[in-house]
């Protein structure tokens, strides 16, 4: 029973790091990460990476999305969408949540909608959640709460975080990599 429960939570990851054409489309969220070239396009669920040194020309629909390199295209992403400041992005955007990092490039219009209310309000977590989440020492969470590296608030003498922000911090930091 411990085993199928483990297989139940293990990611599907995939990396993609050569050149493809063609649609990508995924019916179960999955972790997937383009750090090569693709044409097409991609309807993804889960979280989507588009690496640093990563082309596409594409249309892309998915839950959380992170960019990275350059994306030639129309994106709609239903949670949230980041562009760091290595991101070249020309086409319309859709998100409920944008986060674009100094220095990326932007062409295209931008809409912002609220959040379905399917997906509900934000999840608070306690820094016990969070190194359990992140499969850490809760000292090493309280450490980056500290050095302003994880997105935290401390409010009555405790470190507050939404699960939302550390989802993004993730993706972000899988970018970076």
């Known amino acids: 029973m411990a085993n199928k429960k483990k297989e139940d939570i293990q990611e599907k990851i995939l990396d993609v790091d050569a050149s493809m054409q ?3 489309s995924f019916k179960d969220p999955v972790n997937l990460r383009i750090n090569g070239s693709f ?5 993804t669920r889960g ?3 588009i690496g640093e040194n990563a082309k596409v020309t ?3 629909h998915g839950d959380s999305i ?3 390199g350059k994306v030639s295209g129309d994106v709609v992403a239903s949670r949230s969408l980041s ?3 290595t ?3 020309k086409g319309n955007l859709t998100t409920p949540r944008l986060s674009v990092g100094d220095g990326a490039m932007l062409q295209g219009l931008v809409t912002m909608q609220g959040v379905s209310a399917s997906e509900g309000p934000d999840v608070f977590l306690t820094l016990k959640d969070v ?3 992140l499969e850490v020492e809760a000292r090493v969470v309280e450490e980056w709460a500290n050095a302003k590296k994880i997105p935290a608030r401390f409010e009555s003498g405790h470190w507050v975080f939404t699960k939302s922000e550390i989802d993004q911090w993730i993706q972000q930091e899988r970018a970076r990599v």
Do not use: M, R
């Not at 044409?39 to 309807?43: F, M």
């Open 131 to 133: 190194a359990q989440y």
């Open 47 to 49: 979280n989507l990476t």
């Open 66 to 68: 992170v960019i990275a």
């Open 39 to 43: 044409e097409g396009k991609l309807d």
């Open 83 to 85: 562009i760091l400041g």
């Open 22 to 24: 063609g649609t990508i």
């Open 58 to 60: 594409a249309n892309i």
């Open 87 to 89: 991101a070249t992005l």
